[in-house]
Each structure stands twice: as C-alpha cells, then as structure tokens.
C-alpha cells in the first residue's frame, strides 16, 4: 500500500486512479485526429485542445470519485460498476453540451466530443473488465494466514474477502479453518502452508490471547525465509484508516510513531483554520436571511440553537447552529439523535444533510474554540459516561474539536455506545496521524459527504 497525506492507499486504487485519466486524454486526442486529420495537431497544440482535453480528464476523475468508483468496498456487485460508468459519462455529456452551448469556443472541433464519449466509454468498459481480470489472478495477490480463531480473526478475515483492491487471499490449513485452536494446530497450520508449492506470503496475526497460544519458533522461521508478519491492528488500520479498541494498549500509543502533537503545528493548523472559516463565511453571508427566514417559518422558536460542548483540554464553551429541531425537543434531557427523529423539522432535516446547519459554528472557529477539523464536540453529559465505558476516549480532546473530521466522512452518525465506539476509532486515527495534508483531504472529502448526503441523522 502507498501512504498519501497520511492516508494508506492500495496500490490497485492508484493505477485506477493514473491509467483512466491517460485513457480520457487518449480517447480524446484520437477522436480529434480521426474527425480533424489535417488541423488535428494545430487544434490540440496552438488552438489549447490539449487543454481542453486535460478538464474533461479532471472532470471525469471527479465524477468517478463522487460515485465511489475508486472505493470498491462501496459496490457490492460487479455489475452497479459498468452502470455507474455509464451514468458518469451521461452526466459529462450534460456537462459538456452545456458548456460547449454556453460558450462555444471550449469545443475542441466538430463532433470530437461524441466521439470521443463514444470512444471512451468503450475504452473505459473494456479497461475495468480487464483491470478486474488482472487484480484476480493468483500471481498478483498475496497469501496470507490469518493466525487466530476468535471473532478477531474472522473480523479480519471478512474484511479481507471483501476488500479486492488489497489484493490479498486468506488461505487455510489443509483441515480447514479452525474453532478453539490450541497452540499446536497453529504451528501445524504455519509448517504445512510454508511447505506448499506457492507458500505463505503474509501472516497476520489476530489471536485473542498471545500469551499462551503464540507459536513463536514458527513465525520466527517464516520471518527469517521473508514471510511478512503483522499484528491485525496494524493491517486494519492501513486498511480501514482507524485504530482498533480492542487489543489497543498503552504501549501501543507511547512507542508508536505519530500522536506528537507540536505547538507549532497547533499554531499553524489555527491559521488555516481560521483562513478558510474567514473565507467560508464570507461566502454563505448571503445565505444568512434565507436561511433565518425558512428556519422562522418551519416552526415556532430561536433561530439559532446553542449547546455547551466539551472542547480542547475538556475545556467547556457554547457551540452555535441554526436550529434543526422543535423548540421542546429536550424537555425529557439529554438524547442522541436518531434516525427520522420525530424532534426534527422537515427543514431541520434537509439542513442536518447538507451540513447548512452547521454554517455558525464557523464562528467558534474564528473564536479560537474550534477548528475547521478535527473530532466532533460531544455534550458534558454524554463525556463523562463515554469517557468511563470507553478505553482512550479522553485523548480526542488533546487538539481542538472540528466542524468537520476523519470520523465524519469515513463513518456514520453516532447515536450508540457501539457506534461512538467505532468513530473513536477513525478519531484515535487522525489524532495519531495530524497533519495539514490529512486536513486538507478531509476538507475535500467532506464536500463529497456534503453533496451525497451521507453521515447526518
């Protein structure tokens, strides 16, 4: 896997990721010089066609991102991906026509835009059955054992089966998978997959009990003849961007590298934040009388809701939004949101999707009191109980509380023990993993959640 901006990329998804750009561009310049043979290098060179070409490249990259066609664990079936290609080349011809109608002198020649559509959807269905071809065959696939019997081990082993893109195959001993394995099965089970013709090329290591089950002569062995050999967390947390809980102990947080929180970086994050808080509020200025105008006419109460919040340090301070809910939402005290809430509005609702409920938080931002991301601000209510029921839950509140954050475009809403269990998680990550890159790809990834409309309740 490649690690960008602090984020841990398969290899697979990047080739994607290069070659359908390259294949845009080539359908493109090919249509160009089979409709325009003579004129075909004056209008790519001199008349900015090649230009022109690369924004189509971009947009069809963009488009291709927003329907999740580089994050296969969102497809289920191999067919919704040829259909979803199909729907984003109908979407670039709309965007095209319109363009080319606005302003006629973005089009690269006659009829080179159909073809070259044309062109690319034939070469773009013909590139992912190839590509799902190539990911398949055993030669560009590591072996790898899961070392472990518990629901541990089968989580890893799910997750593997479900991720193709990490080309990975999970094998099994020659008598098959193993429930309540002693320490001699798994020796056994390591001899005889090393002795096969293909061998072993990984071993993830997902025991619930090391201390006595651990056959470590064997994974010794398999290390000295190059076998990889990986704790489960390490692989989930390449994998799924996310520290586990469970198995998470002290030393895992004092010798690992990362959750070095710096002054300087804090200071230099501060000024970035408050940059794009600036400037995104001066952007949706404008918006502020419709919006108070549709939130008084939707239900009878304030126009903006404010809430104290646990923030840096565990440091309490007034968190502001546009009210979502009825004005007695609370009567009965504090409760989660859930999903279709009868305590929201019909407006309140359509607002908490599309994050406009959220637009004056960027005050607290330029306050000081919060950052443009990092993990969400929970009431002092729900801290105190979640900080007893959950290992490490204090250590979110070591940098400043976001509008926006890893958890919330890599995870659901939270209205569950469980649940806010699983966003600590992606939270531990980014905190272990800060930087201004991170920041910077969950800002973009966050207008992707915005406009699908994922996350909120």
């Not at 073809?115 to 990911?135: D, E, H, M, N, T």
């Not at 696939?141 to 991720?163: D, W």
């Not at 919060?370 to 209510?381: L, N, S, T, Y």
Request: glycine letters at 8%; aromatic letters at 10%.
């Amino acid at each position: 896997m490649i690690r960008l901006f602090n984020v841990y990329y398969p290899l697979r998804a990047l080739v994607l990721f290069i070659c359908e750009p390259l294949l845009v561009v080539c359908s493109f310049a090919v249509a160009t010089a089979l409709l325009d043979a003579p004129g075909a290098y004056i209008a790519l060179v001199y008349e900015g066609g090649l230009l022109k070409i690369a924004g189509i490249a971009v947009m069809t990259v963009l488009l291709s991102y927003y329907f999740d066609l580089y994050e296969p664990q969102r497809i289920s079936e191999r067919w919704e991906i040829y259909f979803r290609l199909l729907l984003i080349l109908s979407v670039l011809s709309f965007i095209l026509a319109g363009i080319v109608s606005v302003l006629p002198e973005s089009d690269i020649g006659p009829n080179v835009l159909v073809a070259g559509i044309s062109a690319l959807a034939v070469a773009l269905v013909i590139w992912r059955g190839v590509y799902g071809w190539i990911i398949g065959l055993s030669m560009f696939r590591e072996r790898v054992y899961v070392l472990g019997s518990g629901e541990r081990a089968n989580a890893v082993t799910r997750i593997l089966q479900a991720r193709r893109d990490a080309g990975m195959e999970v094998v099994v001993s020659d008598s098959g998978p193993r429930e309540n394995a002693q320490l001699t099965d798994f020796a056994d089970d390591l001899r005889s997959l090393s002795m096969r013709r293909n061998g072993l090329d990984r071993v993830i290591v997902a025991m619930e009990d090391r201390r006595r089950s651990m056959p470590i002569r064997e994974l010794l062995d398999l290390r000295l003849q190059g076998v990889v050999i990986e704790e489960a967390g390490a692989l989930m947390e390449r994998l799924q961007g996310k520290l586990l809980l469970e198995g998470l102990n002290p030393s895992a947080l004092i010798f690992t590298e990362g959750f070095r929180v710096k002054a300087s970086q804090q200071v230099f994050r501060r000024l970035v934040s408050f940059a794009v808080a600036l400037i995104a509020l001066t952007i949706c200025l404008p918006f502020f009388p419709l919006i108070i105008l549709a939130v008084r006419l939707s239900s009878p109460g304030p126009i903006f809701f404010r809430q104290t919040r646990v923030g840096l340090y565990g440091r309490p301070f007034s968190i502001y939004k546009f009210r979502t809910m009825r004005q007695d939402a609370e009567t009965k005290g504090a409760v989660w949101a859930s999903r279709n809430d009868p305590r929201i509005t019909p407006l309140g609702r359509f607002m908490r999707k599309t994050r406009l409920d959220e637009i004056p938080q960027l005050w607290n931002v330029l306050r000081g009191e919060m950052a443009f991301v990092g993990p969400r601000p929970e009431r002092p209510e729900f801290v105190q109980w979640l900080t007893s029921e959950i290992p490490y839950y204090d250590l979110r509140h070591i940098i400043r509380p976001g509008i926006t954050g890893w958890a919330q475009v890599r995870y659901q809403y939270g209205a569950s023990l469980e649940e806010t269990k699983q966003k600590l998680e992606f939270d531990l990550y980014y905190v272990k993993h800060l930087s201004l890159g991170l920041d910077l790809l969950i800002m973009f990834e966050t207008l992707k959640t915005i406009v699908l409309r994922r996350g909120a309740q």
